[in-house]
T-cell receptor, first 114, second 113 residues
Framework: AQSVTQLGSHVSVSEGALVLLRCNYS??????LFWYVQYPNQGLQLLLK??????LVKGINGFEAEFKKSETSFHLTKPSAHMSDAAEYFC????????????FGQGTRLTINP | SQTIHQWPATLVQPVGSPLSLECTVE??????LYWYRQAAGRGLQLLFY??????ISSEVPQNLSASRPQDRQFILSSKKLLLSDSGFYLC????????????FGPGTRLTVT
């Protein structure tokens, strides 16, 4: 069964600093992987997705993620943090069957310090 | 373009009262539909999903039920709410086996008192 582990429930960075949010997955088949962002009291918004094309995936708001099969990782990065990036971030893997269920990590809360 | 609606946005209900949350999707046909619950400070728990009208799969046995009376309508219900039913309820949709990403609605904040 697929699973996702997000390392660090809280990450704090200074404005302008590199953002790195970690995600490791477990999948018995080549996975589809996703990053979502959730602002307070809102639904989840898709940031980016990996679907077995390019291993470096660019998303919205300047975020990108690199799929590394050897490390079973899909870490999310942004070169320079903005105050508006403060939110909860979720990594997810698709089970690729039937109803296309997603398995989510527990989330990482990103705080940006001025 | 596709849009997803949920209502109500917020709800405060006493223990033992019934519940009905509604989700509708516009701009697509035959979507897969999903209900998630997000408890305070926790991740997302998949409650139900549906691949077609009248087809409901339950992921977690609990006090809730779901129905899909129309292609783009998904309803989450309970006959008697428990305190533990409090949380943020999210509806999502996806289309097609090769387009697995899900798109989420704005959510409903449910507080059971």
């Amino acid at each position: 069964a697929q699973s996702v582990t997000q390392l660090g429930s809280h990450v704090s960075v200074s404005e302008g600093a590199l953002v790195l949010l970690r995600c490791n997955y477990s999948s018995s088949v080549p996975p589809y992987l996703f990053w979502y962002v959730q602002y307070p009291n809102q639904g989840l918004q898709l940031l980016l997705k990996y679907t077995s094309a390019a291993t470096l995936v660019k998303g919205i708001n300047g975020f990108e993620a690199e799929f590394k099969k050897s490390e079973t990782s899909f870490h999310l990065t942004k070169p320079s943090a903005h105050m508006s990036d403060a939110a909860e971030y979720f990594c997810a893997v698709s089970d690729l069957e039937g109803a296309q269920k997603l398995v989510f990590g527990q989330g990482t809360r990103l705080t940006i310090n001025p | 373009s596709q849009t997803i609606h949920q209502w109500p946005a917020t709800l405060v209900q006493p223990v033992g009262s019934p519940l009905s949350l509604e989700c509708t999707v516009e701009g697509t046909s035959n979507p897969n539909l999903y209900w998630y619950r997000q408890a305070a400070g926790r991740g997302l728990q998949l409650l139900f999903y549906s691949v077609g009208i009248g087809q409901i799969s339950s992921e977690v046995p609990q006090n809730l039920s779901a129905s899909r009376p129309q292609d783009r309508q998904f309803i989450l219900s309970s006959k008697k709410l428990l305190l533990s039913d409090s949380g943020f309820y999210l509806c999502a949709w996806s289309v097609g086996q090769w387009v697995p990403e899900q798109y989420f609605g704005p959510g409903t904040r449910l507080t059971v008192t």
